[in-house]
T-cell receptor
Framework: AQTVTQSQPEMSVQEAETVTLSCTYD???????LFWYKQPPSRQMILVIR??????QNATENRFSVNFQKAAKSFSLKISDSQLGDTAMYFC????????????FGKGTKLTVNP | SAVISQKPSRDICQRGTSLTIQCQVD?????MFWYRQQPGQSLTLIAT?????????ESGFVIDKFPISRPNLTFSTLTVSNMSPEDSSIYLC??????????FGDGTRLSIL
């Protein structure tokens, strides 16, 4: 079974600065996807970014980028030019292809952006 | 992406009663899921809602407590039965769209008195 670990329960960053959230995962499968989701206090789960395991190139979405280290099973999220609206819980998740397509989530990191 | 409507958005219920949560998607999807998020916790998968057949439940969740319907490819319901305060959680439905993007409804915040 796959597991996802987020070792930072809470983090804070100053507005306009850069922050990196850590995530490690464990799976014996070779075909999988990795995700970062954002959950603001409104409780919506918002997809931030996705990485296919077979792609070596790191995914980017505007101010959000990942550092995907497949051998180390590491999948960190970098947020550049942090904004107050980035304050939220961030969840890392793993989805196995070719099976049930269900997500396994980490415990989350609470990010606070300070003005 | 998909537009997912989940109802109700919140409810306060009495112990021992049941509540049905609805999830409507604006396009046909094969995979639909129901998750539970207990206070201050991460998301845990309850079950996969299968169209035309019984839902597939994860360990620790049973059909008698969380019956699920999936009458077509755009709609599903989750019922939380015989509720107790331990069932106070956010319940979320999600769908997998082509390309394997998983999107979530806005969630139902359930409080049991």
């Amino acid at each position: 079974a796959q597991t996802v670990t987020q070792s930072q329960p809470e983090m804070s960053v100053q507005e306009a600065e850069t922050v990196t959230l850590s995530c490690t995962y464990d799976t014996s499968e070779s075909n999988y996807y990795l995700f970062w989701y954002k959950q603001p206090p409104s409780r919506q789960m918002i997809l931030v970014i996705r990485q296919e395991a077979y792609k070596q190139q790191n995914a980017t979405e505007n101010r959000f980028s990942v550092n995907f280290q497949k051998a180390a099973k590491s999948f960190s999220l970098k947020i550049s030019d942090s904004q107050l609206g980035d304050t939220a819980m961030y969840f890392c998740a793993c989805l196995l292809r070719g099976g049930s397509e269900k997500l396994v989530f980490g415990k989350g990191t609470k990010l606070t952006v300070n003005p | 992406s998909a537009v997912i409507s989940q109802k109700p958005s919140r409810d306060i219920c009495q112990r021992g009663t049941s509540l049905t949560i609805q999830c409507q998607v604006d396009s046909q999807v094969t995979m639909m899921f129901w998750y539970r998020q207990q206070p201050g916790q991460s998301l845990t998968l309850i079950a996969t809602a299968n169209q035309g057949s019984e839902a597939t439940y994860e360990s620790g969740f049973v059909i008698d407590k969380f019956p699920i319907s999936r009458p077509n490819l755009t709609f599903s319901t989750l019922t939380v039965s015989n509720m107790s305060p331990e069932d106070s959680s956010i319940y979320l439905c999600s769908v997998v769209t082509p390309g394997l993007y998983q999107h979530f409804g806005d969630g139902t915040r359930l409080s049991i008195l």
